[in-house]
């Protein structure tokens, strides 16, 4: 197993990330976000990350391009 990168995403979490860690570059997840974030959200999207290293335990908002926020995920 690479570091960083786990067998399986983490429970509660929506799903992997294109963006690095800001604190350590590590890969994130997705998770659900808080109801403080879905309100400032309304002005600035912004999506919920955890970073997936054990020793560095980010978690925060990355702002999100307008058009990628209001793209509808796919259906199954």
């Known amino acids: 197993m690479?570091?960083?990168q786990p067998d399986s995403v983490a429970a509660g979490s929506i799903g992997a990330s294109k963006h690095p860690c800001p604190k350590c570059?590590?890969?994130l997840a997705r998770i659900p976000?808080?109801?403080?974030?879905?309100?400032?959200s309304l002005l600035l999207p912004k999506h919920r990350?955890?970073?997936?290293?054990f020793s560095c335990q980010w978690e925060g908002n990355i702002r999100v391009d307008r058009a990628a926020a209001n793209?509808?995920?796919?259906?199954?």
Do not use: V, W
């Open 2 to 4: 690479e570091h960083g």
């Open 25 to 27: 570059g590590g890969d």
């Open 33 to 40: 976000r808080r109801l403080t974030d879905r309100l400032t």
């Open 49 to 53: 990350y955890r970073c997936y290293s």
């Open 71 to 76: 793209k509808a995920p796919p259906k199954r």
